[in-house]
């Protein structure tokens, strides 16, 4: 059974009020994605701020992850991303996806020992080939629909200036400019 409310309360952060009724609904989302997929869902995950993450498993017992947007448009771009990241041993693979839904189905990766718990274990000679494999141009096909880079630093920028405006305190310990100047700064930096 989906946990709505710990849900909820996350998804608000990111997306606001209005994520209510999907949530809502995230039982009965739930419920058609697993039959459609054959799936035997497991507890959410209480991690992400754009979805919902449910360990599962498949009918013949092998160990996926569900991965549940309310925004239909972050599943679509996901789902193109990994598919252009196919042939890379450092992504996930995306076994299915369903972006009217706002579901991907994706490889299960244990234990999924996360950079920020154990910075030491990944010194930058073993994580700068992966991120130079990450970053080919070829695997960022033109025309993919994904945004740019610039678009995507405007979106995180919009994002936190969304944010700050829910929480007056929080923007309020934000020197005077500095978001803009940030801004400002990353889009040159994206620009070289």
Known sequence: MVQVEDIRAR???RFGPAVAGWCAE???????VARQWGLRPGPAWPVGGNSVVLPCQTGNGEDMVLKLSPDQKIAADEATALD?????PHVVQLHEADPGRGALLLERVDPGTRLQDEPDRWPL????????????????AAGSGLPD???RVEFVFDLTQ?????????????P?????????????????
Request: cysteine-free.
């Open 84 to 88: 252009l990241w196919s042939a890379s």
């Open 26 to 32: 995230l039982p009965a989302l739930v419920d058609t």
């Open 125 to 140: 000679a073993d994580v700068a080939p992966m991120l130079a494999d990450l970053w080919r141009p070829a695997r960022i």
């Open 162 to 174: 969304v944010r700050l405006a829910r929480h007056p305190a929080a923007a309020r310990q934000i």
């Open 11 to 13: 998804l608000t952060r």
């Open 176 to 192: 005077p400019g500095l978001m803009e100047s940030a801004q400002i700064a990353a889009v040159r930096s994206e620009e070289r």
């Open 149 to 151: 880079l610039r678009e």
